[in-house]
């Protein structure tokens, strides 16, 4: 299986390392994708949109064989939204969405407008700026690693509207890897009608996976986040 793997705000296809010795060793072949303007530091960002982005992972789409059969996305955190829209874009081409710490973002929806922006970018914030649930496992040797690894997004990327417009997007199979919060508490969410969830609950085939830790297991228990795909996706 082609597993493409999207990583969040402020991280390089290098965050997934810790996570793809466990699907390749499976037999799986892994794309952990560094975005436009997320190529280092000091990379000119300011004009990289989210459709730059998402137009970056279809052409990973694309570049697959066919013949190989359809792809499997890995979206983490806002790479959760640009996973949606890529399906939207290519729905024949992808066999299962699986969101971690993440869910769909509806036509009109934006990945995070609250963070700071500073000439074209969103350096990571202060701790302080995140809930308690964000950082649960996230001790101060990982806190440390994630900063001198940080890369500032796109202020676009974060601010930009998602732009959706194919309804077999509903149709292709999804999988929460719920984190922060547990898959009881978002289907409950999801049925009291929040606004973040209702893209999520309009997807016809939803599972989900509980892995209990903060906002970046890929860090905090990047073993076991693994084998959650792994269980996901099944053997090679």
Known sequence: MEIVLIPGLWLDGSSWEAVVPTLEQAGHRTH????????????????????????????????????????????????GAIAHAAVDARPDRVARVVYVDSWPSGDGGVINAGFPADNGEVPLPDWSLFDEEDLVDLDDELRTAFRERAIPSPVHVTR?????????????????????????????WMEQGESPLRELAKLRA???????????????RPEELGRAILAIVGPA
């Open 160 to 188: 930009d509207p998602q732009r959706l417009s194919d309804r077999r997007r509903y149709d292709v199979p999804a999988t929460v890897i719920a984190c922060e919060f547990s898959s009881a508490m978002l289907r409950e």
């Open 32 to 79: 952990a994708l560094t975005l436009p303007g997320m190529e280092s530091k000091d990379a000119d960002r300011s004009e990289i949109t989210l459709r730059d982005h998402v137009d970056a992972v279809v052409e990973v789409i694309d570049s697959l064989d066919p013949a190989g059969g359809k792809v499997v996305l890995v979206g983490h955190s806002g790479g």
């Open 206 to 220: 939803v599972d989900y996976i509980d892995l209990p830790t903060g906002h970046w297991p890929q860090f905090t």
